[in-house]
């Protein structure tokens, strides 16, 4: 009986662990089939959730450094980042930008927020320097 429980909480883990892809719950996965062993080998409940926390534990400790190691993470994307492609670009102001107030550039068809260290009237080409959120660190051509 406790073993078909076992059994279904590894199921639901693992399907947890495809949406997720973080190996967490497939780890949990692990321990269950661990503990649905020996469910199987007739020892009592107690036994079986302390080999659960015990395999969890152990894993944890041990195993998930391991896999962070050996498969590369997606966190860490391959693709650049837009503000990676738009440092450099040349932009040409539309609105004046003054070192105490931003101004507008228009990049790629695109009207940004910009700000510059120096005022710079409109009609003039800037680079970028920099990128911060939705706002552009431009300087004088």
């Known amino acids: 009986m406790y073993a078909l429980a076992w059994l279904i909480l590894t199921a639901v883990l693992v399907l947890i662990e495809l949406h997720t892809g973080t190996f967490y719950f497939l780890l949990l996965a692990a321990a269950s089939i661990l503990t649905m ?3 199987l080998a007739g020892l009592p409940i107690l036994v079986q959730c302390f080999t659960f926390v015990v395999a969890i534990a152990l894993m944890y400790i041990f195993l998930l450094p391991l896999l962070r190691k050996l498969i590369p993470s ?11 492609y738009l440092v450099g670009q040349e932009a040409f102001v539309v609105q004046t930008i003054s070192p105490d107030e931003a101004g507008l550039v228009k990049l ?14 409109e009609g003039n080409k800037v680079i970028v320097a920099e990128v911060r959120v939705t706002k552009l660190i431009v300087t004088k051509e």
């Open 37 to 39: 062993i020996t469910a």
């Open 108 to 121: 790629h068809g695109e009207i940004w927020s910009a700000v510059a260290n120096e005022k710079i009237e």
């Open 74 to 84: 997606t966190s860490k994307s391959m693709i650049p980042q837009l503000s990676d």
